[in-house]
């Protein structure tokens, strides 16, 4: 009986992956965007601005596609990317003319570090780490000039003895927010860990009430959990879309803020920051599967930033969304080209929002598969 139920899910798992392409999109300070364009042959795409048409880049020997992308925040003309069919990851530099990407290295041969079922990649200041879904996280070093990856990675797999991690976001060198299923109540959240060489530590987690759970995934780089960090000197807020959108300090016990939204039925699936703007916006689904970014003003409050702008996008389901400069960047699904929204910097005034709670919008993973992880952990 086991068996026949292995064999209904492959099946059901594999023709999920070749009817769906994960997308990410990253932006430079300056609104310079890669995507990573999918999991069947796609590789990063790149992208000046709205005006200028997306230039694909060539894969690297031995990577058969890209699915997730970070930039260096402190370098931005480092750009890094993973490929979770390959496993492999790759680092690259953005020209000084901004129109080609010229590969450094990849590593990942031979070491097979996992990225199943679902998988991310973070880079900030001389750390690369992969989330590494239920297999545990992988932790490379690189140089913060050159972009050059080391080619034996500092941590390997490490088990954080939670049931995976499908995204990641470096808060700084030493300290990344991992999204998390917990298998507990809340299911999901972040967790909070230190980086000191070969030494992962856990220091906090913050769980999200009314989670999306495995609704609104896409395989095998676009879980519904998803984080990004804002930084005003000293302080640091950190932002989570996961139907719900909350704000927390990642380097103290606090409690959450709840964001509100416009309207019932909005549930955020990914988020980014324009710091330089002071700017949160997020990419969410409505009770229709229609798809809404929602831009917040950090200015005055960033633990209760001012809903100035809801950008519906028609016809579109949103995977990824950046910022950087004057634009916002976003991915959707089934295309392979980046789209931009103008940044509204000067907002008029603030939109009347509540704090509703957040429908369910897809197909109810915990409900159909609930050993959904373990069961797509064994497929690999």
Known sequence: RILIMYNIFFILYVGLLSHINAQNVAVTSFGIAVAAVGSRGGGLVLQQNESIAPVAQFLPDDVLSFEDVSFDAGND???????????RACSFL???????????????????????????????????????GTGG???????????????????????????GHPDVLLLDAN????????????????????IEGASVNFVR????????GFNSNISPAN?????AVYKEGSKAYMYTANGPMQVQNPRSDDTPNLLCWASDGFSAVTVSVNTENKIAV???????????????????????????????LVDQRITSIASGGNLIAYTTQGSSTISYVLLPIEATSSIMCTLSRSSYVGVDWCTLIPLFWSFCALLM
């Open 77 to 87: 003309s480092l750009v890094f990317a993973l490929s979770i069919v390959s496993q």
């Open 94 to 132: 953005l020209s000084t003319d901004n129109e080609a990407l010229t590969l450094i290295n990849c590593v990942g041969e031979g070491d097979n570090f996992s990225v199943r079922p679902f998988c991310g990649v973070s880079a900030l200041d001389g750390t690369l780490i992969i989330s590494g």
């Open 137 to 163: 996280m992988t932790i490379y070093q690189y140089d913060s000039a050159s972009g050059l990856i080391s080619d034996t990675p500092s941590v390997f797999n490490l088990d954080s003895r939670v049931v």
């Open 175 to 194: 300290l990344a927010a991992l999204s998390t299923d917990f298998n507990g109540v809340p299911r999901f959240g972040t967790q909070i860990v230190s």
């Open 205 to 212: 987690d913050f769980r999200v009430q009314d989670s999306l």
């Open 223 to 227: 879980f519904p959990l998803v984080n």
């Open 282 to 312: 997020f990419g969410g689904l409505s009770s229709s599967g229609a798809s809404t970014v929602l831009v917040y003003d950090l200015s005055v409050d960033p633990r209760n930033p001012s809903l100035i702008s809801s950008i519906p």
